[in-house]
């Protein structure tokens, strides 16, 4: 059972690239989430899905847009990467009122 | 928004040792969550207790949610141990949506 898992999981950008986070869940959870993580900040979520076709902004999502076209897939998409979204990024997943399940991290770094 | 405020910032335990994290909170929560993040940085799902106690082998938590805190027990601490522990609450956040706050964690050093 792979649970959550995230591509890539390291990654390094120049400054003004574009690039698509991925991350797939095989439990058929309605509610999936995109965090970052930056040194002393803890997590902080940038957008968030209730069900396919849905998305939502959390407490940071400037500069990243997302998708749900199918309910096991949430992407997340950087358009014009900036060395402030030097970070690490964590999905999760749940189902209902359960708790978050996250996949390992993508540690992306902007130059 | 809620405040999650997590105490000590940094622990350093000898192996063998007991210590207790604290998460303070703001606001009224639908639910808490303790995490640990290993030094891999997996994050690591160790309890979900709104209110009540809850153990898990060496492990136990206690949240007073009229009181706004939770406490997390390590008993005998072991260098496996190591890492850092997120507290996380959760509100309702409309449109069907429950979202988790993070505090900033405690780091926890144990050497052998």
């Known amino acids: 059972n792979a649970g959550v898992t995230q591509t890539p999981k390291f990654r390094v950008l120049k400054t003004g690239q574009s690039m698509t986070l991925l991350c797939a869940q095989d439990m058929n959870h309605e509610y999936m989430y995109w965090y970052r993580q930056d040194p002393g900040m803890g997590l902080r979520l940038i957008h968030y899905?209730?069900?396919?076709?849905?998305?939502a902004k959390g407490e940071v999502p400037d500069g990243y847009n997302v998708s749900r076209l199918k309910k096991q897939n949430f992407l997340l998409g950087l358009e014009s990467a900036a060395p402030s979204q030097t970070s690490v990024y964590f999905c999760a997943s749940r189902a209902g009122y359960q708790p978050q399940h996250f996949g390992d991290g993508t540690r992306l770094s902007i130059l | 928004g809620i405040q999650v405020e997590q105490s000590p910032p940094d622990l350093i335990l000898q192996e063998g040792a007991n210590s207790t994290l604290r998460c303070n909170f703001s606001d009224s929560v639908n639910n808490l969550q303790w995490f640990h993040q290993n030094p891999w940085g997996q994050l690591i799902n160790l309890f979900y207790?709104?209110?009540g106690t809850k153990q898990n082998g060496r492990l136990s938590a206690t949240t007073v949610a009229t009181e706004r805190y939770s406490l997390l027990y390590i008993s005998s601490s072991q260098t496996t141990d190591s890492g850092v522990y997120f507290c996380?609450?959760?509100?309702?956040?409309?449109?069907?949506?429950?979202?988790?706050?993070f505090g900033k964690g405690t780091k926890l050093s144990v050497i052998p």
């Open positions: 207790i709104p209110s």
């Open positions: 899905s209730v069900g396919e076709g849905t998305t």
């Open positions: 996380a609450v959760e509100r309702y956040s409309g449109a069907g949506s429950y979202q988790l706050t």
